[in-house]
């Protein structure tokens, strides 16, 4: 079994950053890619960044130029770098690793304040 444990998410004022972690325990296997997903109050989950195995990265296109994701495949760890925060990205956000099937993290707060 696959668990994947979230760190990092907190409140912090609009225009600052924070760094979620994310890191896979239990029956390691290579992903095929790991990423983070967010889902407001109201609204639909949604993709924010992922990464492939091979490094490809994708990004929303809000959160473009401010968000960085970065992962360690030997590890099974993906992080993901917020900077310049907007209250409109006050979400849950997920871990997800996809393999044969999805796995999913228990979500982490992050509040971003006007």
């Known amino acids: 079994q696959v668990q994947l444990v979230e760190s990092g998410g907190g409140l912090v004022q609009a225009g600052g950053s924070l760094r979620l972690s994310c890191a896979a325990s239990?029956?390691?296997?290579?992903?095929?890619?790991m990423g983070w997903y967010r889902q407001a109050p109201g609204k639909q989950r949604e993709l924010v960044a992922s990464i492939t195995r091979g490094g490809i990265t994708n990004y929303a296109d809000s959160v473009k130029g401010r968000f960085t994701i970065s992962g360690d495949n030997a590890r099974s760890t993906v992080d993901l770098h917020m900077n310049s925060l907007k209250p409109e990205d006050t979400a849950v956000y997920f871990c997800?690793?996809?393999?044969?099937?999805?796995?999913w993290g228990q979500g982490t707060q992050v509040t971003v304040s006007s």
């Open positions: 997800n690793a996809m393999a044969y099937r999805d796995f």
């Open positions: 239990g029956n390691l296997f290579t992903f095929n890619a």
